[in-house]
């Protein structure tokens, strides 16, 4: 998978096995699926329209690359969706730009490092791209993501803010790399 896939996040305890992050298989869709709807919806963080579209795994793997952390058992723990090209990055205003997408991580495993190792998987992924600038959109209510974006450096790009629907309103963060 070359250099890139081997960003590992140091594991609170030493016995604990290091963490990668690798492509997502199709037979890690039903997971990535159930997680990131169990997130978003259940934590609630998006509608149940929404979910809909947090479940179509399939259907963002031919607009994105999706990348997984699994644990011990191998079990996807986290997951992304890092927009390189094309639409489906919704926030992304030129060709220099990448977006990353439905950040989730299980809330069993949350503090662990996951969510900034996909981050940072991410930022490698696009600068190896040759992108130049990593935005992304995050909903009000995500404070905790809002903080770890803030700490690796991303700013806030209020002009860019969007409103997908009424009552919905995110906020804009980017990260010149």
């Known amino acids: 998978m070359g250099t890139l896939s081997r960003l590992v996040a140091v594991s609170p305890s030493s016995d604990a096995p290091a963490l990668t992050v690798d492509r997502a298989r199709p037979d890690d869709f039903p997971r990535i699926g159930q997680l990131t709807s169990d997130v978003y919806v259940g934590g609630g963080l998006a509608s149940p329209e929404y979910g809909v579209q947090l479940r179509d795994v399939a259907g963002r ?98 002009e860019r803010d969007w409103r997908p629907a009424p009552g919905i309103d995110l906020l804009v963060y980017a990260l010149d790399l």
């Open 61 to 158: 793997a031919d607009r994105a690359q999706l990348l997984v952390v699994r644990d011990d058992e191998g079990r996807v723990v986290g997951s992304v969706a890092l927009v390189l090209s094309g639409d489906f990055g919704e926030v992304t205003r030129s060709g220099d730009e990448a977006a990353f997408r439905m950040l989730v991580v299980d809330p069993a495993v949350q503090g662990r490092g996951i969510g900034e190792l996909l981050v940072r998987t991410c930022l490698e992924r696009a600068r190896a791209a040759g992108k130049r600038r990593v935005v992304l959109s995050t909903d009000r209510r995500m404070t905790a993501a809002q903080r770890l974006y803030q700490r690796l450096g991303f700013t806030r790009l209020p």
